[in-house]
């Protein structure tokens, strides 16, 4: 039988077994090799919504969602490498695959290469297991190019930590990015740019305040000519606590202009839109969590949104660590308010588990 005509799970089980075996080899089965870190993170997922638009309106769901396979090693002395495949509805695919280069560059220069998850604001490079809630915010999925998956594309970034006095920290970085992100229905490829500065204060002896700008930009109609841009600005405030505890404060606000190419007459009309979110969320002792998030953006023309309205949305969460930090349990409500629809309600349930370094939850 031809492998092409082998079931589709069939081939992805056969490749995920391959890699497994492939790193469990022993190192000294090639000379200088040594094994990577390898985690596996899984997830188990319940909701039900009132949601008049959804096939299952008013009866609960179960499904497993997405699925992580992530390897991790130093390659040299100078380099690290770190690979990320995902396993979901849509298929098997590679989430991220770079090499960071840590130290011999002049300047103290940073180098990362490949595929990742960009440093756009502070939400979008963090993986949604790390979150302390359980999806992005809809306003993110809405504006970040990429949507529900993220800013994901492969690039080349050069960071540098800025000399700075007393306990500032300052980091400034700059991406070329493949740009596909911008002008997801062409296939060609044409260059954009990320940029980032970010800085870190101490608040007296128990606080920390992250602060930080973003842009990017990028073809998103080619025949057009026409550029999107991307805005962004960034603050997160934390406060260690006694006992283990911590309490966050954290926004973001982002503006996007963007460009979709009328084919029958070769006008790219822009459209211009913005969104904020900001959550709250109190860890203590801590293997427990609980918080609510904010969050307001206009929907694109595409999505069905009308200039000069808004959609918004409330989530209440909270999260269990069991024992430690490889099973974590997550609830959470949201009630999402459609500009010009009913309103809708949600209620999720998610079992997140991990094994290896990697963890699901972070301490």
């Known amino acids: 039988m031809p492998f092409n005509s082998f079931p589709k799970i069939f081939k992805k089980q056969t490749f995920l077994t391959f890699l497994i075996s492939l790193a469990s080899l022993p190192a000294a089965a090639v000379a200088g090799v040594m094994n990577p870190d390898i985690s596996a993170l899984g997830q188990v997922r319940a909701a039900l919504t009132d949601d008049a638009g959804s096939p299952d309106q008013n009866r609960p769901t179960l499904g497993l969602g997405e699925t992580e396979l992530i390897f991790d090693a130093a390659l040299n002395p100078y380099f690290r490498g770190a690979f990320t495949f995902a396993a979901g509805e849509e298929g098997f695919g590679v989430e991220e695959a770079y090499a960071s280069m840590i130290q011999g560059l002049p300047w103290g220069l940073g180098l990362k290469a490949g595929k990742y998850r960009l ?3 502070r939400i979008n490079p963090v993986h949604p297991h790390a979150y302390p809630f359980l999806d992005a ?6 504006l970040m190019p990429g949507g529900e998956e993220g800013f994901n594309e492969t690039a080349v970034q050069v960071s540098d ?12 970085s700059v991406d070329a990015i493949q740009g596909s992100s911008f002008h997801t229905e062409d296939e060609r490829t044409r260059l954009g740019w990320l940029g980032r500065w970010s800085n870190a204060f101490l608040i007296g002896e128990k606080g920390a305040l992250e602060a930080g700008v973003s842009g990017a930009t990028g073809l998103d109609a080619i025949d057009a000519g026409a550029r999107g841009y991307l805005l962004g600005a960034d603050l997160k405030v934390k406060f260690y606590l006694s006992g283990g505890s911590q309490f966050t404060l954290q926004t973001e606000a982002a503006l996007r202009r963007s460009h979709a190419l009328d084919t029958a007459t070769g006008a790219a009309p822009a ?5 904020f979110y900001g959550f709250a969320d ?13 969050e307001q953006w206009e929907r694109s023309l595409a999505e069905g949104g009308v200039p000069g309205s808004a959609d918004r949305a409330v989530k209440v969460f909270a ?6 930090e490889s099973t974590v349990l997550r609830v959470a409500f949201e009630h999402f308010m459609p500009d010009g629809g009913p309103a809708v309600n949600t209620a999720s349930a998610q079992l997140l588990f991990s094994m290896g370094p990697h963890k699901a939850h972070k301490f």
């Open 119 to 121: 440093g756009f604001g």
């Open 137 to 142: 915010p809809r306003a993110w999925a809405s």
């Open 161 to 172: 930590l800025l000399p700075t006095p007393g306990t500032w920290a300052s980091t400034v």
């Open 271 to 275: 459209e211009q839109r913005e969104g």
């Open 282 to 294: 109190y860890r203590f002792r801590t293997r427990y969590n609980a918080g609510v998030l904010f």
């Open 319 to 324: 999260g269990f660590a069991v024992l430690e």
